[in-house]
């Protein structure tokens, strides 16, 4: 068994996607969130077919693609400094260097790159990543380049990703794109259009591909992974147009869950993200009947405050909420939940705060990612509403949001001190090189002596010890996972 996984790992290194043929280079980066990292492998696989590889050194790259991100100011303005340093790389060390601007910074603010900022040679929206090879051709003659037309149907469902910077072992996978929820303060909407879902057998065929390179866990991602919808393409809001059979062969996400716990027993899965909103109960049953399907939600809910849940336009109460999780305790025994949460959204008050502050210990979140609110140019509450919490009490308030999940995360890892977990091996710990880093099925950090298990093994450690996030433990035997 151990030397199979060896032989896959070694197979793995070999599909580093480097084709000696090809002599151009691309130094592609990707900012925000997973979905871009993984749409970045699908750029990636679609330069692969111009005759490009792939180069960690900037200065020798022939073309520079940014996947950016727009969910913050602040993640535009580090986009905007790396510009600069491209910039500067172009203008003293490779004149000859081509510069191009992908993801969500790209549809939010489209030919503003070209006119403005001199130094970006194409704008490629999150829909047109397969015009990548037109546009570069536009830009080889001399022409700058955009497309940033949002698409009605495109998944990228026949693109095989290539995996960058990748273990081997975790790989996301994606399911579906756009939102439709429009929730007041997020860009997201704008920046990757309506929602669409992606075929299953092409999803099922890339985790196959996956499993067959030694991949052990898939994350399916999607802004909304719960409103998975397949009825045979198309957008999530016309279902209702769709015909009796069409709507009799439908998969959900729950479905869809399924077949991939089924057809692919040794392999774990994760998904995100989902939305209280659309999360249904048959998920809960999925992740409660198959092992192999983890038991970590990320289910963000922004406050705790049912008139300011409004104002965001997300389409539950405080109480709906609790119930849900509720159930999730109910149905998923020991589930890990964790959170998104924005402090100082328009209007405000320190009662909502308080709401805020309150459902987290009501909750008791394993973990969470805690923002606080900036204003999106084009969101219904930029248009709608005045930002009217000062920049400080949303710092302050967001302090306390991160202080209080702090505390109540030590306290979740503390339950596994003295359990025996199961550790999806994924990498050498950054602290020792004695030894090895994983995750258990609830999606906590688990750290012990390498001794003589390898990357990608199932190992039941024993938890002597932990850190606020991480455990510390011994390896006792292989899984059967393996
Ligand atoms: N459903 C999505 C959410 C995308 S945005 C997903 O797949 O993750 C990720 C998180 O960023 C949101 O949940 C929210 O907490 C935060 N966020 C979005 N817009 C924001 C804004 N304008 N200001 C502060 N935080 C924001
Ligand atoms: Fe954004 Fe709300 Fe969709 S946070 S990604 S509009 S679910």
Known sequence: MEKEIDEKIQGQTLVLEHKNENTKKLFIESYGCAMNFSDSEIVASIMT???????????????????????????EQTI????????????????????????????RLKDQFLEQEKIVDLVVGPDAYKDLPNLLKEVEEGRDAINVILSKDETYGDVSPVRLNSNGINAFVSITRGCDNMCTFCVVPFTRGRERSREPQSIIGEIQDLWDKGFKEVCLLGQNVDSYLWYGGGLKKDFDKASEMQKATSVDFAQLLEMCAIQFPKMRFRFSTSNPQDMHEEVLHVIAK??????????PVQSG?????????RQHTR????????????????????????????????????????????????FGYMF??????????????????????????????????????????????????????????KKSKAE??????????????KEHYKIG????????????????GEAVGYSDMN
């Open 49 to 75: 077919e111009q005759g490009y590889n792939t180069t960690q050194i900037l200065e020798e790259a022939d073309l520079v693609l940014v996947n950016t991100c727009s969910i913050r100011d602040k993640a």
């Open 80 to 107: 905007r400094k790396r510009l600069e340093k491209y910039n500067a790389v172009k203008r003293d060390i490779n004149p000859k260097m081509k510069v191009g601007v992908l993801g969500c910074m790209a549809e």
């Open 290 to 299: 198959y092992p192999n399907v983890c038991n970590y939600i990320h289910l």
């Open 305 to 313: 405050s049912t008139r300011i849940l409004k104002e965001m336009n």
């Open 319 to 366: 109480e709906e909420y609790m119930e849900l999780i509720d159930k999730i305790k109910l149905i998923i025994p020991g589930c890990s939940i964790s959170q998104d949460m924005i402090t100082g959204f328009p209007t405000e008050t320190e009662e909502d705060h308080q709401d805020t502050l309150s459902l987290i210990e009501y909750v008791q979140y394993d």
């Open 372 to 429: 606080s609110y900036s204003e999106r140019p084009g969101t219904m509450a930029a248009r709608k509403m005045e930002d009217d919490v000062p920049e400080e009490v949303k710092k302050r308030r967001l302090q306390e949001v991160v202080d209080l999940q702090q505390k109540i995360s030590e306290e979740r890892t503390s339950r596994f001190l003295g359990q025996t977990v199961e550790v999806l091996i994924e990498r050498e710990s």
């Open 436 to 449: 090895w880093s994983g995750r258990i099925s609830e999606n906590v950090v688990a750290v012990f002596p």
């Open 457 to 472: 093994d199932f190992v039941w450690v024993k938890v002597n010890n932990y850190t606020s996030a991480t455990l510390i």
